[in-house]
């Protein structure tokens, strides 16, 4: 159920930006195919764990749709990205020394973009929704699964895995360059509570407060347009 909302949300997504365009025809449209790669840096913000944000990559794909008659622009894309976040736990046989659990999380992400242009199109700020499908948070050392996350008297590292695949985010940031190179730099903030899945389970035992957190991520990119 979680992919076909995702694969009619794509299908949206792309017939909005069809529609946007036809709206402009009577001006010289310049549609462009990118390919994009760069670094992130990826949190959680929640009050149930202690995080460390995670260095990753990303990368993927943009069309572009340039109306130079306007004070904008509009781009969709979609983009995969790997990252890592680190959350404070302690194993069994020390239970008074903390350890850094890390965890990988994989992401395919739309994103339809407002691009503003600031210095004609070599300067933009750009920004826009975001629909992220997700996998589970993988811890990276297997054997530390039964390690008991910090804050927490019985809840493993194991059992948070199964966060919420399906989330919205918000981008804002700016675009640099000259020709077909770019330089962009965007900050996305989660909407959703990603960890809303882990409320499906009894996990919370001694914490009376539900699983809430909000994910972020840095992203520092590439953009070359054909």
């Not at 009050?47 to 904008?72: Q, R």
Request: aromatic share 12%; glycine share 8%; proline share 2%.
């Amino acid at each position: 159920m979680q992919k076909k909302q995702f694969i009619l949300l794509v299908a949206f997504c792309m017939a909005f930006v069809t529609l946007v365009s036809a709206q402009h025809t009577r001006y010289t449209i310049k549609n462009g195919i990118g390919v994009v790669g760069g670094l992130t840096q990826y949190d959680i913000i929640t009050d149930n764990f202690k995080t460390t944000s995670g260095s990753g990559f990303l990368g993927g794909m943009i069309a572009t749709v340039d109306i130079p008659h306007k004070w904008y622009t509009v781009s969709y894309g979609l983009q995969f990205s790997q990252n890592s976040i680190e959350i404070e736990g302690r194993s069994l046989a020390n239970p008074l020394q903390v350890e850094q659990l890390e965890y990988d999380l994989m992401a395919v992400q739309l994103a339809f973009m407002l691009h503003v242009k600031l210095l004609s199109d070599n300067l933009t700020l750009d920004l826009g929704p975001q629909l992220q499908y997700n996998g589970q948070l993988d811890l990276k050392n297997s054997n530390q699964e039964d390690f008991i996350i910090n804050g927490y008297d019985v809840l493993k590292a194991k059992d948070i895995s199964e966060i919420s695949p399906f989330n919205v985010n918000g981008v804002v940031g700016a675009s640099a360059g000259i020709a077909n190179f770019r330089l962009r730099a965007t900050y996305s903030y989660g909407f959703t509570n990603i960890l809303k899945k882990l409320n499906d389970n009894d996990y919370n035992l001694n914490n009376s407060d539900r699983f809430e957190g909000n994910q972020t991520m840095l992203a520092f990119a590439l953009m070359i347009t054909f």
